[in-house]
């Protein structure tokens, strides 16, 4: 008790509890004496009706806000939320307001250091390799080749190349479709050096009189978002499955929203285990884009979902949908950025 | 560009400890059906409802038509744009359908009520959205398929975006129903949503644009246009699918016939069911089964023609006590009228026990070996004191234990896979086929086939009272539907 009534809160619980006690005891009072002693009655029920009132208000006004604002913070402490914490319809008061903004500005700064973490990732590489050194080295191979007449090692070394290129080489935030999409292709393609006919990719949009393909190839999203996915689905999804293994990217437009969904006919995951990674899809968990960076497996995906909802807000993101044995759906969810 | 009407975003809704919503994701675009099929019904009301109106909910937001409607931070309970067609009538049964339309509507204040005027209008609404309904009916008089159409009306003239439609296969008639198709896909194309509502995924695969699995709280999957086939949904069924061994029908001799059978509705419906055979009627009209029932059951007697169980005529005398001839029927909703909800699961199980063996009081002994094997079936269950606190699987199934006790020769069952979620349709199927292994022969009469044929050897299709066409099993796939 001694513990919990060190909270301003609970002790204004405590005072408007006992104030509300006290004004219905005099309440009472009043009207025992209105019957025992004839009192005006109706002073005494506009007073015990002004009383209700008042409690009405009270509850109307202050503790369904209190309780909107505690939920808030509930959710925040276990990690669903953030921006609503920044945005909350009844602060607590003025000073805790500022003080919430003033975080917010700290962990803005905090946020771009995460979301960077994943590209310093890529420019250590990059220092730690000399990717001239290495781009050299895979013209090298591929020249070799193509004198050798060995066609499919050229073939495949420009891909890694072109692979890497685009890995290392341009660190910015925001890509076009198009160049996700491209690198996604040069992804299958040296895949399948090593799968052949057993993987398969197909890439269909959803588009109308309004957008076309082309439109739809402009609009941005994270660099690196699409690759780790298709990634972990051919690894978790076909590479273990028995036959050949369908790999369908579907890019959808409504007017808010840019929807990919990746669909792999692989092995699925146990609903166990994919309740547990959309539990951890929803939270924003900031603490594990740099904890769990070094792991494999699904990691990626966490990081991908960090960085959708850090850059633009938690109603974006991605969400699975899988079953044992059936495959998996991947359905990523983007604003519509243009620019 | 696709419009977002609806999108829910992780939504959980936790009540008693118990988690009705668990982090739900689900959207919708203006002007599309999306269909939506329970594999397991927990939760799916709950879906419903918060889709209608903004109640408090444990965590995600809902947005309705471009607005933050209803957050796990603030939920204000008001109602939202949608209207739910349903079995039960939104409609006031006493007034006309004018009435119903404008006067019974939010907002109308006006004292003075001229009829003529509101007619017009309603006339009118009705011709430029091809509803085709006599508005000068009253409701009481409407046929189901009208009443349907009005309660569309309705839900256009209020401005509704979203309409939710809630199992129509039960309760119109596959003429009926594919009309009502017809009308909702008009709708969809001014830009209207449905949400349709079904047991039978083969259903909402012809008429959806897209279609959720919903499945324990959760959406476990979102079918394409595209991805609409048996073979893709297959994958998420095979786990409630109880798989059993088929029956050998005996074509040899006939249980139960009908030799051009007349009375009100059938107009000379001819066929012969054989021991161990599942034979399906569809009912074309949503019609037959109320005379077939009454023809069985003693209540009616045929104008023309005639029914023999067993190579004897079936008469009146017979049929007043249909049970010891053999015959068991489970009408519709089963569970409200062949159980005892006060009583103890082994009193309903053992109800007709006392026919079949000729004693008022059943021995110690055989009431004892039957808890045993079907303890070893049903489980924990049948120690139930009162079948009322049992799930709805368990008391359907209870059903039909409770006939495959009895045994009859012929069991009819009226719209068996009406009711209840993919999991309970498929324990259904499998019962049918234990029921059929004993040897008993199995009429089904149905408006909805999708799921019976599963089971089904032969599949008759009634319209108009008479036979119009009939399908062997492997000559199903050739079924138009």
């Known amino acids: 008790m001694t513990e919990k009534l060190k909270y301003l809160s609970c002790r204004l619980i405590l005072c408007a509890g006992a104030g509300i006690l006290l004004l219905f005891s005099a ?54 939320v953030l921006k609503d914490l920044f945005h909350l319809r009844h602060p607590l008061t003025p000073e805790s307001d500022r003080a919430v903004l003033l975080l917010n500005e700290m962990i803005d700064k905090n946020h771009l250091i995460n979301v960077s973490k994943k590209q ?37 070394t420009e891909a890694l190349a072109t692979f890497f290129r685009y890995t290392i080489s341009q660190v910015e935030n925001l890509v076009t479709l198009e160049d996700e999409l491209a690198n996604i292709e040069n992804y299958y393609y040296i895949q399948q050096f090593r799968f052949g006919d057993k993987l398969a990719l197909h890439i269909e949009y959803e588009h109308d009189d309004e957008l076309d393909e082309l439109e739809i190839l402009q609009f941005r999203l994270p660099k690196l978002t699409l690759q780790p996915i298709v990634e972990n689905s051919i690894y978790h999804g076909i590479e273990r499955k028995i036959g050949k293994g369908n790999l369908v990217i579907r890019i959808c437009v409504s007017d808010e929203r840019l929807r990919i969904r990746i669909s792999d006919d692989g092995m699925g995951m146990t609903e166990e285990k994919l ?7 929803r939270r924003l968990a900031l603490d594990e884009v740099q904890e769990e960076s070094g792991k ?28 044992e044995g059936a495959g998996t759906d991947v359905l990523i969810s983007l604003p519509l950025v243009r620019e | 560009m696709k419009r977002e009407l609806l999108r829910m975003d992780h939504v959980s809704l936790i009540q008693n400890g118990e988690a009705l919503l668990d982090n739900l994701n689900f959207q919708m675009f203006a ?9 397991r019904n927990r939760g799916y009301n709950q879906l419903i409802q918060l889709v ?15 607005q933050t409607v209803n957050s796990y931070s603030h939920s204000d309970g008001t109602s939202n744009r949608v209207y739910v067609i349903e079995p039960m009538s939104h409609l006031v049964e006493g007034l006309s359908v004018v009435d119903n339309l404008f006067v019974l509507r939010k907002g109308f204040k006006k004292y003075f009520i001229n009829e003529r005027i509101l007619r017009e209008q309603a006339e009118n609404f009705f011709k430029e959205n091809g509803l085709r309904v006599n508005i000068r009916k009253r409701v009481s008089a409407l046929t189901p398929l009208e009443r349907c159409l009005t309660e569309l009306g309705k839900a256009l003239l209020m401005g509704c975006r979203l309409v939710i439609v809630d199992n129509p296969g039960n309760f119109l008639s596959q003429f009926e129903l594919a009309q009502f198709q017809d009308m909702l896909r008009h709708v969809r194309n001014s830009g209207v949503s449905i949400l349709y509502i079904g047991n039978h995924h083969q259903e909402l695969f012809r008429i959806a644009d897209r279609t959720s699995l919903f499945f324990d709280g959760r959406i476990i999957k979102v079918f394409e246009r595209d991805e609409m086939t048996d073979e893709r949904i297959s994958p998420y069924i095979t786990d409630w699918y109880i798989p059993g061994t088929q029956a050998n029908p005996d074509q040899e001799d006939g249980v139960l016939h009908f030799h051009s059978v007349h009375t009100e509705n059938l107009h000379g419906l001819r066929f012969v069911l054989h021991r161990a055979e599942c034979l399906t009627i569809l ?27 067993e190579h004897e005529p079936y008469t009146l005398k017979r049929a007043a006590d249909y049970l010891n001839a053999g015959i068991a029927i489970i009408p519709k909703d089963c569970t409200q009228s062949l159980l005892f909800q006060e009583r103890s699961y082994m009193e309903n199980l053992t109800f007709l026990l006392d026919r079949k063996l000729h004693q008022s009081i059943i021995p110690g002994k055989i009431y004892r070996s039957i808890k045993n094997e079907y303890g070893s079936l049903i489980g924990n269950f049948i120690e139930e004191t009162m079948v009322a606190n049992l799930p709805l699987a368990e008391q359907i199934a209870l059903v039909y234990y409770r006939i495959q006790l009895f045994h009859p020769r012929v069991l009819v069952c009226i719209q068996p896979l009406a009711k209840g979620d993919m999991d309970v349709r498929l324990r259904i199927l499998a019962l049918l086929r234990e029921i059929l292994k004993t040897g008993t022969a199995v009429l089904i009469i149905t408006a909805n086939v999708s799921d019976t044929l599963m089971i089904s050897d032969r599949l008759l299709v009634v319209e108009n009272g008479v036979c119009a066409a009939s399908y062997e099993k492997s000559e199903f796939n050739q079924v138009d539907w």
């Open chain 1, 27 to 80: 309440l009472m009072l009043l009207w025992i004496l209105c019957l025992r002693y004839g009192l005006g009655i109706f002073a005494v029920l506009f007073l015990t009706l002004a009383a209700v009132g008042y409690c009405c208000f009270v509850f109307r006004w202050l503790l369904i806000p209190y309780r909107e604002t505690k939920k808030i913070y509930e959710q925040f402490v276990m990690g669903y």
């Open chain 1, 120 to 156: 310093a990732e890529y420019l250590a590489l990059q220092n730690q390799i000399n990717p001239h050194f290495l781009y050299n080295t895979l013209e090298g191979i591929r020249s070799e080749a193509l004198l050798a007449g060995l066609d499919s090692i050229a073939e495949m």
């Open chain 1, 275 to 281: 309740k547990l990674l959309n539990e951890k899809l």
């Open chain 1, 296 to 323: 494999k497996g699904g990691i990626a995906l966490v990081n991908v979902n960090n960085r959708i909802k850090l850059l633009f807000g938690e109603e974006y993101g991605i969400i699975f949908y899988s079953r």
């Open chain 2, 31 to 39: 002007g599309e059906i999306m269909g939506l099929v329970a594999g």
């Open chain 2, 52 to 66: 209608c109106q903004n109640l408090p909910i444990s965590f995600g937001t809902v947005w309705y038509d471009g």
């Open chain 2, 283 to 309: 009912d074309m009209d949503n019609r037959i089964a109320g005379d077939v029932l009454s023809l069985l059951t003693g209540t009616q007697e045929c104008r023309q023609g005639r029914i023999t169980l």
